[in-house]
């Protein structure tokens, strides 16, 4: 019999570790270890994890919370077993869990890196939800292999943590979970997996998990700034994947829809930065035939096109001018002459954005003097030796300030006229085109 690692990150679970213990004690598989690890709770969940005194559980504690998922890569790290499960401290198995996992991975043998189920999801005692759902159960039963399950799982997480075991080769070579996000680590975790790996994820047609949705369990929070911080991530970091399966547009304004009661213009700013041109028209579209004869959100979803179809626009914006710039430079155009003839040398430039930087790299290299850069964004940050400042931050050593931020340029402008000379980037272009004979 092979040993089964199985991982029990707890923190301040006093009163329900008990019932998640004593469900693997009573497991038909019986050649386990269970490795606790003590998130650094402040109740007696440590007090009563050492009444047991069954030697295949190991106890780890540490006096700082660093959250769930530090707490099973660590558990992980202690490990010994050749197949690796999950189980939260306020989660419970069927006796016969660890039975029918090892023997789903024994009949399937080098293909599958695992096996995972249903999870009933109960709050107060009482089943509300099943994970997956019946529907996408039967997709994926319809084709076993992981194209399915990673279609699924571009939208939503289908696997409970406390459902799968893992062979233990896959969970090292994956570097396990991902302690830099906030949220939504297990999704991120095993969409990876699914990703990386010509190996299948199998599914088990069984029910042997419950799943107690506490009312301070993380999952309830889906309003938070990290949820949405890693939904952005998952975005970013596996776009080509949501390219490759034709869904990005879809995933985007789903992800706009599921979030509007809560998620405002700065959080749609941060879409645009993850999609091109193109991307965010098809959404706005999509937006709009779609979603706005839902009429709990019409106006908002209005709004949300609006400021998207704005947010377009100026993405539309700097990309003209950044093409009118490439074509600039190819031609053997340059900054330098123009600012030179202009009497500037020593140069405060308010943004470092990709404009910005360029234009710093251009400055930099034909030995202007860069006195300062200022944005908001990147304050506290450094551009080589210079210290970006935060706008209200401008010294009086500039003769001159280039804004590099060109839709905002009128703001910025009237913000700092009466103390330095403003000269729009795009305006500093137009006058270098006229000098080098290039329009």
Not at 16 to 43: C, H, R
């Amino acid at each position: 019999m092979k040993l089964v690692s199985i991982i029990m990150p707890t923190y301040n679970r006093e009163k329900t570790i008990s019932s998640a213990i004593n469900s693997v004690l009573a497991q038909t598989y019986d050649n386990f270890e269970l490795i606790v690890v003590d998130d650094g709770s402040e109740d007696g969940t440590w007090d009563l994890i050492e009444t047991y005194t069954d030697n295949r559980i190991k106890y780890y504690n540490y006096k700082k919370n660093r959250g769930a998922c530090y707490a099973r890569n660590y558990g992980i790290k202690q490990s010994q077993g050749e197949y690796i499960a999950f189980l939260d401290s306020d989660n419970t198995w069927d006796r016969a869990y660890l039975q029918s996992r090892i023997i789903k991975l024994e009949e399937k043998a080098d293909d599958c890196m695992g096996v995972f189920g249903y999870t009933e999801l109960a709050r107060d005692g009482e089943v509300f939800a099943m994970v997956p759902s019946e529907e996408k159960a039967n997709i994926i039963q319809n084709d076993p292999t992981n194209l399915s399950k990673i279609r699924l799982m571009l939208f939503n997480n289908i696997i409970d943590t406390n459902t799968i075991v893992l062979k233990r080769k896959y969970v090292e070579e994956s570097k396990g979970f991902d302690e830099a996000l906030g949220r939504l680590q297990d999704w991120e975790f095993f969409f990876r997996l699914l990703i990386s790996f010509d190996e299948y994820l199998e599914f088990s047609d069984d029910c042997l998990v419950r799943n107690n949705i506490m009312p301070d369990s993380i999952s309830c929070k889906t309003n938070d700034s990290e949820y949405w911080k890693t939904k952005l991530y998952f975005l970013k970091e596996y776009k080509a994947v949501f390219i490759e399966n034709n869904v990005l547009a879809e995933a985007a304004c789903e992800m706009i829809c599921s979030l509007i009661p809560y998620a405002g213009r700065t959080e749609i700013e941060h879409i645009v930065d993850i999609l091109d041109y193109d991307e965010i028209k098809e959404v706005i579209s999509l937006l709009r035939e779609k979603y706005e004869d839902i009429d709990k959100w019409r106006i908002e979803i209005q709004e949300a096109c609006n400021s998207l179809s704005e947010l377009c626009n100026r993405q539309e914006k700097i990309l003209d001018f950044q093409e009118r710039w490439m074509k600039f430079l190819i031609r053997g155009g340059s900054f330098a002459s123009i600012l030179r003839k202009m009497g500037y040398n020593e140069i405060c430039i308010y943004g470092y954005g990709r404009i910005g930087r360029v234009f710093y790299d251009e400055l930099k290299n034909k030995k202007f003097e860069i006195t300062q850069i200022i944005d908001k964004n990147h304050a506290g940050q450094k551009a080589d030796q210079i210290s970006i400042c935060a706008p209200d931050e401008l010294t009086e050593e500039s003769e001159v300030m280039i804004i590099t931020a060109i839709n905002d340029y009128e703001d910025i402008s009237r913000r700092y006229y009466k103390r330095i000379k403003c000269i729009s980037i795009e305006d500093l272009l137009e006058l270098a085109e006229k000098k080098e004979g290039v329009l």
